[in-house]
């Protein structure tokens, strides 16, 4: 077998904003690979077809969804009762679920920073805190992290976004050396722009990122991150050439950074 194939139906993969672009990806390489497949995303019509398209593409497999708002206070805990309940043994958990926020912190509702920070670092540590502790008991899993190229970019719009996903970062790498020597492995994936709706790009620009290197598409970052994760790498950039682009990220300051606030401050929302 290839490096993460497993018998098909063996073993089960919960996937958070799963039902379209990058968590859709995981999810249909996943089941390729012979996980049955748990899906969770917060609307329920849209996860449903993608749950369908899922299952049908991967026969060998079952496939179950379940909409749920993960940004919600208590999500982790109902989540894993759940799965606890219809007795889903979760052998690699990947928290996709995330929102992008490009707007001064001044001017953030502040429903959309509990939101945030909730989502993407109250909700993923303890589903990793949750699911690690099974997956220990059983002998093991993997665990995947989204965070964002953007934590080398604490620049004006972005200071919720990206400090969210540096949290994320940190705690991936320290947690997966707190349980890597108990069977469990923890990546975090820092890729940089994606090809999905989102930023809001219009699938025009969405294409044109593509056609230029700017952009990767779903299938191309789901499956670089997949293969790090099942590698057991505590931290990764999709795609190389990505990584070449982090010290100049960080020297962006003084007139620059003043030239890129002013020019940026059109796209905030």
């Not at 398209?53 to 009762?81: G, I």
């Not at 700017?214 to 505590?234: D, H, K, Q, W, Y």
Request: aromatic share 10%; hydrophobic share 45%.
């Amino acid at each position: 077998m290839k490096r993460g194939e497993v018998i098909a139906g063996s073993k089960s993969a919960l996937v958070t904003g799963a039902s379209k672009g990058i968590g859709r990806e995981f999810a249909l390489q996943l089941a390729r690979k012979g996980y049955n497949i748990l899906m969770i995303a917060s609307g329920e019509e849209e996860l449903k077809q993608t749950a369908q398209e899922v299952a049908t593409t991967n026969p060998d497999v079952w496939v179950r969804y379940l909409a749920k708002d993960m940004a919600l206070p208590n999500a982790a805990e109902e989540l894993f009762a759940w799965t606890e309940s219809e007795g889903i043994k979760v052998d690699v958990l990947i928290n996709n679920a995330g929102i992008f926020s490009f707007c001064d912190i001044l001017s953030t509702p502040l429903e959309r920073i509990e939101r945030i920070i909730h989502l993407h670092d109250i909700t993923a540590t303890i589903m990793c805190r949750l699911y690690a502790a099974d997956m220990i008991s059983r002998g093991g899993g993997r665990i995947l992290n989204m965070s964002s190229f953007s934590i080398w970019m604490p620049y004006p719009g972005l200071s919720l976004y990206s400090a969210s996903k540096a949290y994320l970062k940190s705690f991936s790498v320290a947690f997966s050396k707190e349980v890597r020597d108990k069977g469990v492995t923890v990546t975090a994936i820092c890729p940089a722009g994606i090809a999905t709706d989102l930023y809001g790009l219009s699938p025009k620009l969405q294409r044109f990122g593509v056609r230029t290197g700017i952009l990767m598409t779903p299938r191309s970052c789901a499956r670089r991150s997949l293969n790090g994760m099942f590698r057991g790498v505590r931290c990764k950039v999709p795609d190389w050439w990505f990584r070449l682009f982090i010290p100049l990220c960080q020297l962006v300051r003084g007139p620059l950074m003043r030239w890129l606030r002013d020019y940026t401050m059109q796209f905030q929302k």
